[in-house]
């Protein structure tokens, strides 16, 4: 084919898709203007006769054939917009203001419920549309197949394929429309008491399958179950629906109100032995997600706990075969008034522990830890109540002894008592159990297997309680969570040891019902092999966490939930229980070893777990550049409040000035020294503010001026622990002294930079400063001002409760045992005639004067 052929194909093409978007639009405009004029005439509506007038129900008949129409057409362009028409200004809005007229009476009633199964209808239809057009069939309970099969075979084997952005639209639209199907019944349930709300939760809980990762219907299962007066379920689609990635906006508040206490709803002597424990257990849960009452935390853990296994007994028997739509319905026809723990509570109160331990661990690991002790209790208790205690098997016997027995055995009466207790419970256990579970087996064969494992060796094997096995479900879904959170795993095995011997003995009595029900079932094989081979199959308790991250389901085919060629949801809960087993030990973190031959799991002795490494992961410099500077910044904070504190609160354990006040005289004339006593990290050199702001105004004549600047800057942008600037509240008048008047520049200078030192000194409580006998600020000062006659600085000083400390004499003093002798570090010599911290001269090569030291700053510091 040549390039014109092609660019011609491609021409027309592009040609006819243009003109199939124009007609879309055109179409679109033609429906919104269709939709106007219904809106229009049904805001002129007085009553709900003229509401559902011939009309107006043509009109909206109409409306939604040419807008189901627009939209299988033009998905990507106007399907969004179609749907929005047809549910919110056809079906919703008529609902709506149906509501807000006055009803007349049962005609009225009878209109709009016409009105909401229209819309059901409607729904049914678009679905079975989209199922066959799109080919998206399996994504609900009932297929198009039926559907498909009275279809033209023209249609039928048409082979249109569609984009994937097309296809996304499919998915949303069938969500979408489950959602609205969900919503119209449960209207329908307002108006007639006959519509129970069971329908309602089936759609909701089927569009939720269809996309697991959004919220809506979530919230509106827990509207449903709100309204039903079910907490415990509100509560649970809250959190699937607030630990979406997108939660719905009110998903918060209205867990919020799901988690208020409903304590005083329940009279004393209640029957709802089992509805006081889902209060505690909704309070507690409340407690880890919004930290309410989080210091009674201990007591409503413990008081859970009791109320779990007081209540343990009440368990709901299995029933034999359970379909989904009757698990839906079980789960919304249960009273107000709760007697039992059905399989499907327990599941859920499994899934909300999950979820919430995801919420915490990144948050408070804390917390999180007490969501991992208390779901470890609430499996060892589910543990012991499924398992009935180990069974005798005999050893074998010669052929000629146990003929000789079995002609000596007495006939038991009816009605009458086993002679072995043991084996009475084994055999009833498991005939109950295999009766429950397989529909093609007979119970001859059951016993001719009994009778034929009595021959093995004698070995102690645990089984379990039949009426107990709903129980499973919530087992095996925290395995799954284990199975995917090594760590927590490891700690089950190294800090629970007693619960995970009680939980060895649970998987061995698993596996040994597993393998009595495979070869029932006619299914060959070893059991980790056939364990393996159940990974694929979902079961309903998948169903409560699909699409959340706490547990890994990739495994799974969600296609074989509806479909699967096994009909007891036990084996296949078996097979994984065994095959989460067969995982720990394979483990080499894990002490349990597995044995094919017997079907045994068993602790290793003395078992010690290696060492683990910690993996390295590509390091990302700037990022680790960014923490290392934050990490120093935050250590250089707490050194220095460590300093202030230990000064502040300190009781003789120091004898020297910890901060040291310059002024510009010491930064102009000896600024290597001021240098020097910086890096010596003995002291926080303070630089009042009225010195930098003298340092400013002469540096553009004074060389030292504009070097000490230069220097300062410096300091200020690195961050040096030793060195700050006055902040601007670190100011405090002295008392009993007036200030200068402002023609004396100099003086106020000096006043200002005393009344810093003076906010320094009231730091630190009076009795401290008397106690300790020092002094804790230091003036340093390079040279004697002899211009001031009014007052005397040191005297001044004295007032604010500095030293100050002015140029003096080289005279070198001792230091204690371990420090470093610096050059600054001169002792002041008062000569005669002067006064106290002042020299009688000046001299050029004079050095800073700084207090003795006689202790070490390291513990300080």
């Known amino acids: 084919m040549s390039a014109e052929s092609i660019n011609n194909a491609m021409g027309t093409f592009v040609q006819h898709a243009g003109q199939s978007m124009d007609q879309s639009r055109r179409h679109l405009k033609g429906l919104q203007q269709l939709t106007r004029q219904l809106e229009d005439q049904q805001a002129r509506a007085s009553s709900v006769a003229q509401l559902f007038s011939l009309d107006l129900v043509s009109r909206r008949a109409k409306i939604t054939d040419q807008g189901a129409k627009i939209a299988l057409i033009e998905p990507k362009v106007v399907g969004r917009t179609c749907e929005d028409i047809l549910w919110r200004k056809v079906f919703h809005s008529a609902y709506s203001r149906a509501k807000q007229l006055n009803n007349s009476g049962d005609s ?76 119209l019944h449960r209207y329908l349930s307002t108006l007639r008491p006959s519509y129970s709300g069971v329908i309602s939760a089936r759609f909701y809980i089927l569009a939720s399958q269809v ?131 059905s399989s499907d509570l327990l599941v859920k109160m499994m899934a909300i522990l999950l979820m919430t331990y995801h919420k915490l661990e990144k948050q408070s690991p804390a917390q999180a830890s ?15 109540k499924l398992v009935s205690g180990p069974v005798p098997v005999a050893k074998k016997k010669p052929v000629r002894q146990k003929r000789h027995q079995r002609l000596m055995r007495r006939r038991r009466k009816v009605g009458g008592d086993c002679s072995e207790e043991s084996e009475c419970e084994s055999e009833v256990g498991v005939d109950s159990q295999a009766s429950s579970d397989t529909s093609s087996d007979s119970a001859g064969s059951e016993s001719e297997f009994l009778g034929s494992s009595s021959d093995e060796e004698e070995v102690e094997k645990n089984v379990l309680k039949s009426q107990e096995l709903p129980a499973l479900s919530c087992i095996k879904l925290c395995c799954d969570w284990l199975q995917t959170n090594d760590a927590v795993l490891r700690s089950f095995f190294s800090n629970f040891q007693p619960l995970f011997e009680d939980f060895v003995k649970f998987l061995n009595a698993v596996a040994h019902d597993c393998s009595l029900l495979l070869q029932n079932a006619k299914i060959s094989g070893s059991l980790e092999e056939v364990a393996k081979t159940m990974q694929p199959y979902p079961l309903p308790e998948d169903v409560t966490l699909q699409g959340h991250v706490v547990v890994d389901q990739s ?117 290597h020294l001021v240098k020097l006593l910086i890096k010596s990290k003995q002291f926080v050199v303070v630089i009042p503010s009225v010195v930098l702001e003298g340092l400013d105004n002469i540096k553009k004549e004074s060389g030292s001026a504009r070097e000490s600047v230069r220097f300062l800057e410096i300091l200020f942008l690195e961050g040096n622990r030793f060195l700050r600037q006055q902040r601007d509240n670190e100011s405090l008048s002295i008392p009993l002294i007036k200030c200068p008047k402002k023609k004396d520049k100099d003086a106020i200078v000096f006043f200002k930079i005393l009344e810093c030192c ?33 007052f005397s600085p040191t005297g001044l000083a004295a007032s604010a409760g500095c030293e100050r400390r002015v140029g003096r004499e080289k005279q070198r003093i001792p230091l204690a045992a371990g420090h470093h002798r610096h050059p600054f570090i001169q002792k002041e010599k008062v000569l005669p005639g002067a006064m106290p911290g002042e020299a009688g001269g000046q001299d050029q090569n004079a050095q800073l004067a700084v207090p003795e030291r006689q202790q070490s700053l390291g513990s300080a510091s």
């Not at 007490?370 to 012991?384: A, E, G, Q, R």
């Not at 050194?639 to 202030?644: C, D, G, M």
């Open 211 to 341: 996309n697991p990762k959004s919220s809506m219907p979530f919230n509106q299962l827990g509207a449903l179950a709100t309204a039903q007066g079910k907490k415990f379920e509100a509560a649970y689609f809250y959190l699937r629906c607030l630990c979406c990635d997108s939660p719905y906006e009110c998903a918060e508040a209205n867990l919020r109100r799901a988690l208020k206490n409903d304590a005083p709803q329940l009279k004393a002597g209640s029957k709802a032995q089992a509805r006081v424990f889902l209060t505690k257990f909704l309070s507690l849960i409340d407690t880890w997600w919004f930290n309410e009452n989080f210091r009674d935390i201990n007591m409503i853990f413990e008081d859970c706990m009791l109320e779990f296994k007081a209540n343990l007994t009440l368990v709901k028997p299995a029933s034999s075969a359970e379909t989904p739509a009757a698990a839906i319905e079980n789960m919304f026809k249960e009273e107000l008034e709760l007697t039992h723990f």
């Open 555 to 671: 495994s799974l085919n969600w296609s074989l939930f509806y479909s699967s060629p096994i009909k007891s949801d036990t084996l296949i809960r078996m097979c994984k229980l065994v095959h989460f087993g067969v995982y720990m030990a394979n483990s080499s973190l894990i002490g349990v070893k597995f044995d094919k031959e017997s079907n045994t799991f068993s602790l290793i002795q003395d078992f010690v777990p290696p060492s683990i490494k910690p993996v390295k992961e590509p390091v990302n410099k700037d990022h680790q550049k960014k923490l290392m500077q934050h990490m120093g910044q935050l250590w250089l904070q707490e050194e220095v409040r460590n300093l202030e504190s230990r000064v502040s609160h300190g009781k003789g354990n120091c004898a020297f000035s910890p901060y040291i006040v310059l002024d510009s005289s010491a930064l102009l004339s000896k600024l």
């Open 108 to 183: 009225d009633d009878s209109a709009l419920i016409r009105h909401l199964l229209a819309g059901i209808g409607f729904y049914h239809g678009f679905i079975l549309k989209i199922q066959t057009e799109f080919r998206v069939c399996g994504s609900v309970d009932y297929s198009a197949s039926i559907g498909m099969q009275q279809l033209s075979a023209d249609y039928k084997n048409k082979t249109k394929s569609y984009d994937r952005a097309t296809l996304d639209w499919a998915t949303k639209a069938l969500e979408r429309s489950l959602i609205a199907l969900g919503d």
């Open 370 to 384: 007490s969501v991992v002790v208390f779901i470890f209790n609430i499996v060892n208790c589910l543990t012991k």
């Open 758 to 790: 003076n906010y320094l000194v009231q730091q630190v409580p009076r009795e401290n400063r008397l106690e300790n006998n020092i002094n804790m600020v230091t003036l340093l000062c390079a040279t004697i001002d002899s211009s001031q006659k009014d």
